[in-house]
Structure formats: C-alpha cells, structure tokens
C-alpha cells in the first residue's frame, strides 16, 4: 500500500501491506537493506497492527522477533499520516512462534512512547 524511510535513529524501509495477513504470510529472501513491515488487523482485534523486522546477515535475512527502534519509527509514520491512532497494541514475532506485544502510546506533544513486557533470557556480571 505505501512505503516511506523511517528513522528515529536506526533506519527502516518501512512497508505497509494491506493486512495484518499479508505480513504473516511474507516468505522473505535475502534482504541488503533493514526491512520492517506492518499491515493493519480488522477493526475491534485486540492488536492494530502486525510487525515483522528483516535485517541482513551474511547469505540470509535475520527476523527479530520485537523491536522497538522499527515500532516507534512505524508509529512516527503511521500517526502523522492518520493511518492509526494512539494508544494502540502492535503485534510482533507470530510468525516466529512469539507472542511480543508492544504498547504504543502519543502524549499530547506528539512524543511517541513504546513498552512492553519483556522476559529476562541471560543475566549475568561483570568483574573487573
């Protein structure tokens, strides 16, 4: 439906597809550039939109199964043209066998906020 650079920091190609369906059903080949993807989920779902983040690697395409960086620059995009509003739950890592939730929210300055739930996967020390 649309594309458009996004950047909060880190760059995205971001792409828009008609339907949350769409992006699930993306079989991605080998990608050069940082990659995300959304598609909208029909009206009074529990999430707006589905996520998907591509990035090179050597040979093949990396997917992230939640990222915030591509998420809040999604929302950067997706508020300022009107296409969804805030607050809103974007989906991220179905097709990964993930269930990432991230919250979106927009104060009334316009500053984006993203969080989530998050589950500690190594922890550790450093000594010195």
């Known amino acids: 439906m649309d594309a458009q ?5 880190p760059g995205w190609v971001a792409v828009l597809l008609g339907s949350a369906e769409a992006v699930l059903a993306l079989e991605p080949g ?3 550039l940082d990659i995300g993807v959304a ?3 029909p009206p009074g779902s529990p999430q707006a939109i589905e996520v998907r983040a591509f990035t090179p690697k050597l040979a093949s395409t990396d997917e992230d199964p939640v990222t ?3 998420n809040a620059s999604l929302a950067g995009w997706l508020l300022a043209t009107g296409r969804i509003t805030a607050p809103y739950v974007a989906s991220q890592g179905t ?5 990432g939730r991230v ?7 316009g500053t984006i906020w993203v969080g989530g739930g998050t589950i ?4 550790g020390q450093v000594e010195l």
């Open 30 to 32: 080998v990608v050069d």
């Open 120 to 123: 500690t996967c190594v922890s």
């Open 39 to 41: 598609g909208p989920y």
């Open 68 to 70: 915030g960086s591509l």
């Open 95 to 99: 097709a990964l066998g993930r269930e």
């Open 5 to 9: 650079w996004a950047d909060n920091g």
């Open 103 to 109: 919250h979106v929210a927009q104060d009334d300055d």
